[in-house]
């Protein structure tokens, strides 16, 4: 289908022109009465009459779901949403390439754990970017803050919890490149490229999304998967909590000499963790990507480094374990800060994605909430069957469904990255005591590494193994 163009589109010649005179007449009658004072019952509904009649030419898609958004998160949803049934229609800003937009690169991969891949396996993705993804088979988390108090050095197994890996390990722009690729070709699922969304105009019934090609699109349920800033968030009144680190994370992918064997490690520093995450090997030799957090000022400075100097300095920190460092490729900087939406379903718009929630990237949360994210609000729209999908119980449903994941997340990732840059006593200590626990106890470890890689409770249909369509 497609929704530019739908409705108004279909009027003869004859009946347009009508059409058009008439509304010219009410559109000058009405500004005329409001221009002189005249606020009569009559003017008044000449007024309101006008008001409606530009609306409806404005309205010229009517859409059962829409998404606000093609980043990873909105695309994801949309799938999900289509592949159990329900057509989708995306708005998405820019022309949609590969990238994300023209002269846009994403220098990050991302870190796809528990059910995250097997979601992808459901909506038809996997197999695209599966031979450029990495296994990820244990996790290895070292205290490097120095000082007396240092903690050992933890080691999650995936073996420990019977499974052969984690997840896999996805560089950014061919996954979303997949996910628009399978979204385009999916019957269900409609792409309007827009040079920006404007107003949002939220009713008991309906939302209305003007676009900046003066088209509108009236839908019964608008999915928010528009980022950080999140136009779609503010005009359905979800407020946010916002907080900052003061840290500036640096993320690339660069060869070394060592095999990682299939092992992520985090480095835990004062100004953050360091970590490497294994990918797949190129001709010359292994590779790995990098999450540097560091202080805004420190993250400035490695920057201006060339590549020989900014490897030297790399090298300092994960030479040990993976040999010498050979390559590095573009690097990119990323603020880290947090957000909370107060809500995630208000009024017929339910927010996914960072329009929903911003943790910093310490365990790889970030997209894989996305992801359960956009499983769990299919789950909702599906057990509604035929009906409204923006009705206030499929809100209510799908808030209920990502209250415990998305509060665990946020107190979890908050209280470790603060835990690393505080130099208070009692705090390192416990630190300590709780890696001491975790490296000594399986129990412990295994309840950990469950908590890291799926939300409490079971699993949305499509992160279950051969989930089907319906
Ligand atoms: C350094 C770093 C490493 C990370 N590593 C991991 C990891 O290993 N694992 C993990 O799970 N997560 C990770 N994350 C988090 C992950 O990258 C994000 O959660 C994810 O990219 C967010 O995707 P999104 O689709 O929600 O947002 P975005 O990618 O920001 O997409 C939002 C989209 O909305 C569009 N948009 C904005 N305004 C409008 C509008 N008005 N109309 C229409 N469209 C609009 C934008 O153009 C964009 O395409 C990491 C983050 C960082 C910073």
Redesign the pocket.
């Known amino acids: 289908m497609d929704a530019i163009g739908a409705g108004i589109g279909s009027e003869s010649p004859l009946a347009a022109s009508f059409r058009q005179k008439f509304e010219k007449f009410y559109t000058q009658a009405a500004s005329f009465f409001i221009e002189h004072g005249l606020t009569g019952a009559l003017h008044r509904h000449l007024a309101d009459t006008a008001t409606a009649l530009l609306t409806r030419r404005m309205a010229q898609g009517v859409v059962d779901i829409c998404v606000?958004?093609?980043?990873?998160?909105?695309l994801a949803a949309a799938l999900a949403i289509a592949t159990r049934g329900r057509p989708v229609t995306v708005?998405?800003?820019?022309r949609q390439g590969p990238t994300?937009?023209a002269g846009a690169t994403d220098t990050?991969?991302?870190?796809?754990?528990g059910g995250?891949i097997t979601f992808l396996e459901n909506i038809g993705v996997w197999a695209k970017i599966k031979s450029i993804s990495a296994p990820l088979a244990a996790i290895r988390i070292v205290d490097a803050r120095g000082g007396w108090l240092s903690a050992p050095e933890v080691l999650f197994r995936a073996e420990e919890l019977e499974q052969p890996v984690f997840g896999y390990?996805v560089p950014?722009e061919p996954l979303r490149a997949a996910l628009l690729a399978r979204a385009r070709a999916h019957p269900g699922i409609t792409i309007v490229e827009?040079r920006?969304?404007g107003d949002v105009t939220i009713a008991a019934d309906s939302v209305t999304l003007k676009i900046a090609e003066n088209t509108a699109y009236s839908t019964r349920l608008l999915i928010a998967?528009?980022?950080?800033?999140?136009?779609?968030r503010a005009a359905a009144g979800v407020t946010t909590r916002t907080w900052n680190y003061r840290q500036v994370?640096i993320?690339a992918s660069f060869g070394h000499r060592l095999p990682h064997g299939d092992v992520s490690t985090e480095l835990h520093r004062r100004a953050g963790p360091l970590t490497t995450?294994p990918l797949p090997d190129d001709a010359d030799g292994p590779r790995s990507s990098l999450?540097w957090i560091e202080t805004p000022e420190q993250a400035a400075r490695l920057m201006t480094l060339d590549d020989t100097a900014f490897l030297a300095e790399l090298q300092g920190h994960v030479g040990g374990f993976l040999g010498p460092l050979r390559s590095i490729g573009r690097r990119g900087t990323?603020p880290?800060s947090g957000l909370m939406a107060t809500s995630v379903a208000k009024g017929r718009v339910v927010l996914?994605?960072?329009?929903a929630h911003?943790v910093p990237?310490i365990g790889?949360?970030?997209?894989?909430?996305?992801f359960r994210d956009a499983a769990a609000l299919a789950d909702c729209i599906a057990d509604a069957g035929a009906g409204d999908p923006g009705d206030a119980a499929v809100l209510a449903a799908y808030a209920r469904a990502r209250a415990a994941d998305l509060v665990s997340r946020e107190i979890g990732i908050d209280l470790l990255n603060r835990s690393l840059m505080l130099d208070f006593l009692p705090v390192q200590a416990l630190r300590g005591l709780g890696m001491h626990a975790l490296s000594n106890s399986r129990t412990l470890r295994r309840t950990a590494m469950r908590l890291g890689l799926d939300a409490p409770g079971q699993r949305p249909h499509l992160m279950q193994p051969l989930a089907k369509a319906r």
């Open positions: 606000t958004g093609a980043g990873a998160a909105g708005l998405a800003q820019g994300a937009a990050r991969t991302t870190a796809i754990l995250g390990n950014n827009t920006g969304g998967a528009d980022g950080r800033a999140s136009p779609a994370a993320a995450v999450v990323f880290i996914v994605g960072e329009a911003i990237p790889a949360q970030g997209l894989n909430l996305g």
